[in-house]
């Protein structure tokens, strides 16, 4: 059987919004391209940022409610469940950091 | 006589990386499609914010060094310069807190 | 019994670190008291943030393998752990977004 | 005659600031003491990261409205302020990705 991960119910949801993400990088070139005012492209890429980080703590959540909790279930020594929130961690600190 | 900001000089390599991030946009899209790992997918998110984010910084040094360096050279009172360089502020304000 | 969290067992590693920090918090009020140049400040300051971020995501992980874990280990149906994962995730939006 | 930085007006508010800054770090180290509850504890480091990122942005705007507009008001030839826009824009960098 294949691996169901925690965002696969809302795959639809995260197409129609990395779709709209896609729409608004592009409008940002053609701000650039249309000699906009730097400050307003700046606003642009500010929300785009907020937008990709808003994807990104959903599939966190969904990670953390269904891969990380389903390892925590299936393991007896606590050796895999560790791993698996040892890598969470390192994700979440990349989100930091970016 | 049209304003000319201080990315004009550098149209073409923001275009090229805006459409870099654009493709990259498409490719986490295409991750989740693909039922990819859901780290995995985060660490790509990661890496198009921090593309954004460096978009961003360039286009705020340009800023500060032609749009507000001529503002305080044109300015005989300061109300001009310090406006935008409120302005400025505001704007990396949003940077620092997306 | 009273709980015990994740991060108890280092408890004096997060004292040392913490008093740490409070110092070059100090350090950075005594650069404006001495007239530091403002780049050299900014540089101390971003230290400082890395710090304490670094403290969020330490006891963040190991709230993840302790709190988090026992409250899906402990949990009949699921709601118990629902809502921490979601307390989790929340705190994780607001490390995101400062 | 010594170098007055923007900041020097607004000294007795960031000493004022960083004590409090200070305080709540130490208000930091007592929950890990008193073994609060993580979450609460991670409510503070946000608070705090957010406070001193407000005091970054402050220094910043206030360095751009005055160490940068003198180096500009001063240059000949426009390489002094150029680099100090480039310092700037790398203190902004690292204020960004902290």
């Known amino acids: 059987m294949a691996a169901t ?17 896609e729409g608004q990088v592009r409008g940002i070139a053609k701000m650039i ?12 890429v500010s929300a785009v940022t907020r937008a990709l ?3 990104a703590l959903g599939l ?7 891969c990380v909790a389903q390892a925590m279930a299936e393991d007896s020594d606590g050796d895999h ?8 961690a390192d ?5 930091v950091r970016s």
Chains 1, 2, 3, 4 share one sequence.
């Open 5 to 21: 991960y925690g965002y696969v119910a809302h795959k639809d949801t995260y197409a129609k919004r990395l779709r709209k993400i």
């Open 33 to 44: 391209d249309e000699d906009k005012y730097c400050i307003d492209i700046l606003t642009q």
């Open 53 to 55: 980080q808003s994807v």
């Open 60 to 66: 966190l959540e969904e990670h953390l409610g269904h």
């Open 81 to 88: 469940a560790a791993a698996k929130v040892r890598e969470a």
């Open 91 to 95: 994700a979440i600190a990349r989100l």
